[in-house]
């Protein structure tokens, strides 16, 4: 094999690894990779990737060797430190104008501190979303790239060759926005995700316990609504879920353990959300339900002290509360993504940058976990011109909204009647209906707080930004606190 050969180098042959390198070599372009524990590379060789043009390398200062310059390095490793060490030990053998990727799912903080470190160094720094799990990363992921914008046309050609495609051809991978932004996008993406997920958990909880479905019917209901607006990749193997059997013929589902993991981009969404000043309550509550199902032990054991209510079924036939849950389901998902593009808007101006909000829902439209239908409408909508402020005002979903609320309020009715617990389910109402109000009891709250702290307020009579301080009690002082907002 001649050096400089490679159009690109891959250090890390994990799994999601492995796939992005399969990918890349069937779409034509030639690899070279390293991975740590330098025996895996030869694995590989002789195993996944044999009959590839997949090149092996048992060295970083080898890889480099066989890349073509700007040399391109992907990095599939675990985030966090061990990016910065990798960076670290392919930076010797790089020169002004190559390119490192990150290609993990990192903080975006860390990306924004990359992408200006390098860039001292004359080295062009990538970091990038990728979704769709080992299948999409074998044929066609969702692939969010930001960082130093001079980097994206040395990748574009291989990043959206063997992204995933829409109807039309078009790849799910386009720039995001410099620093730090694709993996703020792909963090939002995963926040998304993680409610996605609990809503379709909750919705099977309530057809579980209130109807009594078995798996089997289970399978059936998810299946029939895979068919039409809830067409979605999460709830398509959800259906295939309740199909599937253990070796004794029982559904594997009701074996499994109901205590969830997660592996912290979730909370991550959260926390930029309370940085922002964003409600992105659905998503909040999504990772809290997955710290309940933790206390595993704690749960049995109040199970046996803590009594419930005594209803156990819903009232009403059985169709028409399976329909009053998939319109529960279907609303309470246009909140969590309406709350997800909040927190995009928000950060978008917070550090910047220039979020093509379209654009990101169309490369989540297809290869990625967040993959349905659904996305097409949000892309539509970002098309319109003006812009919606908020996915709640457009038509196609306010109008849905509308036609639906009875059911969704019913719904949740029923569950408090059956003491299903539907934290975002409930949260996703709770948000539409504070959104809706025009006058929220917050003036009270403002005046506590003026009360016991002299934090002022302003008043309704008043323009904005004129703040006030009343003397309660008749013995404070006309002095007031300074005025700031977290």
């Given at each position: 094999?001649?050096?400089?050969?490679?159009?690109?180098?891959?250090?890390g042959?994990a799994?999601m690894?492995?796939?992005?390198?399969?990918?890349?070599?069937?779409?034509?372009?030639?690899?070279?990779?390293?991975?740590?524990?330098?025996?895996?590379?030869?694995?590989?060789?002789?195993n996944?990737?044999?009959?590839?043009q997949?090149?092996?390398?048992?060295?970083?200062?080898?890889?480099?060797r066989?890349?073509?310059?700007?040399?391109?390095?992907?990095?599939?490793?675990?985030?966090?430190?061990?990016?910065?060490?990798?960076?670290?030990?392919v930076l010797?053998?790089?020169?002004?104008?190559?390119?490192?990727?990150?290609?993990?799912?990192?903080?975006?903080t860390d990306?924004?501190?990359?992408t200006?470190?390098?860039?001292?160094?004359g080295?062009?720094f990538?970091?990038t979303?990728?979704?769709?799990?080992?299948e999409?990363?074998?044929?066609?992921?969702?692939?969010?790239?930001?960082?130093?914008p001079a980097?994206?046309?040395?990748?574009?050609d291989?990043?959206?060759?063997?992204a995933?495609?829409?109807?039309?051809?078009?790849p799910?991978?386009?720039?995001?926005?410099?620093?730090?932004?694709?993996?703020?996008?792909?963090m939002?993406?995963?926040?998304?995700?993680?409610?996605?997920?609990?809503?379709?958990?909750?919705?099977?909880?309530?057809l579980?316990?209130?109807?009594?479905?078995?798996?089997?019917?289970?399978?059936?209901?998810?299946?029939?609504?895979?068919?039409g607006?809830?067409d979605?990749?999460?709830?398509?193997?959800?259906?295939?879920?309740?199909?599937?059997?253990?070796d004794?013929?029982?559904?594997?589902?009701?074996?499994?353990l109901d205590?969830?993991?997660?592996?912290?981009?979730?909370?991550?969404?959260?926390?930029?959300?309370?940085?922002?000043?964003?409600?992105?309550?659905?998503?909040?509550?999504s990772?809290f339900?997955?710290?309940?199902?933790?206390?595993?032990?704690?749960?049995?054991a109040?199970?046996?002290?803590?009594?419930?209510?005594?209803?156990?079924?819903?009232?009403?036939?059985?169709?028409?509360?399976?329909?009053?849950?998939?319109?529960?389901?279907?609303?309470s998902k246009?909140v969590?993504?309406?709350?997800?593009y909040m927190?995009l808007?928000?950060?978008?101006?917070?550090h910047?940058?220039?979020?093509?909000?379209?654009?990101?829902?169309?490369?989540?439209?297809?290869?990625c976990?967040?993959?349905?239908?659904?996305?097409g409408?949000?892309?539509e909508?970002?098309?319109?011109?003006?812009?919606?402020?908020?996915?709640?005002?457009?038509n196609?979903?306010?109008a849905?909204?509308?036609?639906?609320?009875?059911?969704?309020?019913?719904?949740?009715?029923?569950?408090?009647?059956?003491?299903v617990?539907?934290?975002?389910?409930?949260?996703?109402?709770?948000?539409?209906d504070?959104?809706?109000?025009?006058r929220l009891?917050?003036?009270?709250?403002?005046?506590?707080?003026?009360?016991?702290g002299?934090?002022?307020?302003?008043?309704t009579?008043?323009p904005?930004?004129?703040?006030?301080?009343?003397?309660?009690?008749?013995h404070?002082?006309?002095v007031?606190?300074?005025?700031?907002?977290?």
């Amino acid at each position: 094999m001649p050096e400089a050969s490679c159009d690109i180098g891959l250090i890390g042959l994990a799994v999601m690894g492995q796939n992005l390198v399969l990918n890349m070599n069937d779409h034509g372009f030639k690899v070279a990779v390293f991975n740590r524990t330098v025996s895996k590379v030869d694995e590989f060789l002789a195993n996944e990737a044999k009959g590839t043009q997949v090149v092996g390398a048992h060295s970083i200062e080898e890889l480099a060797r066989l890349l073509k310059r700007p040399r391109r390095v992907m990095l599939m490793v675990k985030a966090g430190d061990s990016v910065d060490q990798t960076i670290s030990r392919v930076l010797p053998y790089l020169e002004a104008g190559d390119i490192i990727i990150d290609g993990g799912n990192s903080l975006f903080t860390d990306s924004n501190r990359r992408t200006k470190d390098l860039a001292a160094k004359g080295i062009l720094f990538i970091g990038t979303g990728v979704s769709g799990g080992e299948e999409g990363a074998r044929f066609g992921p969702s692939i969010m790239p930001g960082g130093n914008p001079a980097a994206w046309p040395h990748v574009k050609d291989i990043f959206q060759s063997i992204a995933a495609k829409v109807e039309d051809g078009t790849p799910c991978c386009d720039w995001v926005g410099e620093d730090g932004a694709g993996h703020f996008v792909k963090m939002v993406h995963n926040g998304i995700e993680y409610g996605d997920m609990q809503l379709i958990c909750e919705a099977y909880d309530l057809l579980q316990r209130g109807l009594g479905l078995t798996a089997d019917e289970l399978h059936t209901v998810f299946a029939e609504w895979n068919k039409g607006e809830l067409d979605s990749y999460l709830v398509e193997i959800s259906s295939h879920i309740f199909a599937k059997k253990d070796d004794d013929g029982q559904p594997i589902v009701d074996k499994i353990l109901d205590t969830a993991g997660q592996k912290g981009t979730g909370k991550w969404t959260v926390f930029s959300s309370l940085d922002l000043g964003q409600p992105v309550t659905l998503i909040g509550e999504s990772v809290f339900a997955r710290c309940l199902s933790a206390l595993k032990e704690e749960r049995v054991a109040a199970s046996k002290i803590l009594a419930g209510p005594v209803t156990k079924t819903v009232p009403g036939g059985r169709v028409q509360f399976i329909e009053d849950v998939r319109r529960a389901l279907y609303c309470s998902k246009i909140v969590s993504y309406a709350q997800g593009y909040m927190l995009l808007k928000a950060a978008a101006q917070e550090h910047g940058w220039k979020l093509n909000m379209g654009g990101i829902a169309l490369m989540w439209r297809g290869g990625c976990i967040i993959r349905s239908q659904f996305l097409g409408k949000i892309k539509e909508a970002y098309d319109k011109k003006p812009v919606p402020e908020n996915l709640l005002l457009d038509n196609f979903f306010s109008a849905a909204i509308s036609g639906y609320q009875a059911s969704w309020r019913a719904a949740l009715v029923h569950a408090i009647e059956l003491g299903v617990p539907t934290p975002a389910f409930s949260t996703a109402l709770a948000f539409f209906d504070g959104y809706r109000t025009a006058r929220l009891p917050a003036n009270l709250l403002q005046a506590q707080r003026d009360y016991f702290g002299a934090h002022t307020y302003e008043r309704t009579d008043k323009p904005r930004g004129q703040f006030f301080h009343t003397n309660w009690t008749g013995h404070g002082g006309r002095v007031s606190s300074s005025t700031y907002t977290v």
